[in-house]
């Protein structure tokens, strides 16, 4: 079984940035969608970023052009670059993956098209 391991969330001020990253502990081509989410205190978990194996790239409206979502074949890793971050950014973030092809334009933000999940990172933005 292929698991997930996200790391690099931290605490920086308005306006910093921070990469998360998602160690696959398999072979990151058994996913065919990767990405994160995030969830705040009180809120839905929702999508972020995500990326199809062929580099095809969905943003949330959001984070769209601050965010930028990207794989590391030869690390099996998927990073999320997240700049000019903003205290509505803070929120629990986690790695999704999903084996096999929808039939659709875009890469899904549908949290439930999602099958396995990594334990969290925390991402804190002070004002």
């Known amino acids: 079984q292929v698991h997930l391991v996200d790391s690099g969330g931290g605490s920086v001020p308005a306006g910093g940035s921070l990469r998360l990253s998602c160690q696959v502990s398999?072979?990151?081509?058994?996913?065919?969608?990767m990405g994160w989410f995030r969830q705040a205190p009180g809120k839905e978990r929702e999508g972020v970023a995500v990326i199809a194996t062929d580099g095809t790239t969905t943003y949330a409206d959001a984070v769209k052009d601050r965010f930028t979502i990207s794989q590391d074949h030869a690390k099996n890793t998927l990073y999320l670059q997240m700049n000019s971050l903003t205290p509505e950014d803070a929120a629990m973030y986690y790695c999704?993956?999903?084996?096999?092809?929808?039939?659709?334009?875009?890469?899904?933000?549908?949290?439930?098209?999602?099958?396995?999940w990594g334990q969290g990172t925390q991402v804190t933005v002070s004002s």
């Open positions: 398999g072979n990151i081509y058994s996913f065919y969608y």
């Open positions: 999704a993956a999903r084996m096999t092809y929808l039939v659709g334009s875009r890469p899904p933000l549908l949290r439930d098209t999602y099958h396995t």
